[in-house]
């Protein structure tokens, strides 16, 4: 299973930019998708995932400004973020939970200046 992920980049605080992650390979037994993030020094956390079944689970500082949307035909996640805050500058990482596995994609930085 190989993870894409695109859409990261530089934008202003309050500014909103749109990450994408595609799978591709074989995938069955698919659990969930989502997005995780990681800031110089910190540990990875988790910022949004959609399960199976569609359930969408938000990181608390998260909630009401990012959005999580999937095309389950094509195995693509899409994360709407608005209103961006400096501290959220971080690579942003695809998370795939299938075929009793994780995978991770490369990663795309997202840049949010003050």
């Known amino acids: 299973v190989q993870l894409v992920e695109s859409g990261g980049g530089s934008v202003q605080a309050g500014g909103s930019l749109t990450l994408t992650c595609a799978a591709s390979g074989v995938i069955f037994s698919f659990t969930a998708m989502g997005w995780y993030r990681q800031a110089p020094g910190k540990q990875r956390e988790s910022v949004a995932l959609i399960s199976f079944g569609g359930e969408k689970v938000y990181a608390a500082s998260v909630k009401g400004r990012f959005t999580i949307s999937e095309d389950n035909a094509n195995y693509t996640v899409y994360l709407q973020m608005n209103n961006l805050k400096p501290d959220e500058g971080a690579m942003y990482f695809c998370?795939?939970?299938?075929?009793?596995?994780?995978?991770w994609g490369q990663g795309t930085q997202v840049t949010v200046s003050s």
């Open positions: 998370y795939l939970r299938s075929n009793f596995r994780d995978a």
